[in-house]
Nanobody, 124 residues
Framework: QVQLVESGGGLVQPGGSVRLSCAAS????????MGWFRQNPGKEREFVAA????????YYLDSVKGRFTISRDNAKNTVYLQMNILKPEDTAVYYC?????????????????WGQGTQVTVSS
């Protein structure tokens, strides 16, 4: 069955860095766009970044451009989110997701499988 498992979250100081990983199994990763979203309690899930099947195209939320980098290693069945110059407003649970065929890259409703999420807290 399809599984997405995130790891790498934790507590980090403002200005610091963290790399999230998403281990994929149960499907051929190279056949799907993948995305990262984030969510805080009481708020809607927010698009953060997405990447095309081979990694040649990437898309970002405006507020993370220049600070976050999404990448993938299809041979290792893993998607990454490198997060630099972190700010307190980046605090959230971060989710990895698989985009359904033909969907948009920014709408949560266009993703069909989700991981369980990993908490990132940016605080001094």
């Amino acid at each position: 069955q399809v599984q997405l498992v995130e790891s790498g979250g934790g507590l980090v100081q403002p200005g610091g860095s963290v790399r999230l990983s998403c281990a994929a199994s149960g499907f051929l990763l190279s056949s799907y766009y993948m995305g990262w979203f984030r969510q805080n309690p009481g708020k809607e899930r927010e698009f953060v970044a997405a990447i095309s099947r081979a990694g040649g195209k990437t898309y970002y939320l405006d507020s993370v451009k220049g600070r976050f980098t999404i990448s993938r290693d299809n041979a290792k069945n893993t998607v990454y989110l490198q997060m630099n110059i972190l700010k307190p407003e980046d605090t959230a649970v971060y989710y990895c997701a698989r985009r359904a065929a033909g969907g948009t890259h920014y709408s949560p409703g266009d993703y069909d499988y989700w991981g369980q999420g990993t908490q990132v807290t940016v605080s001094s």
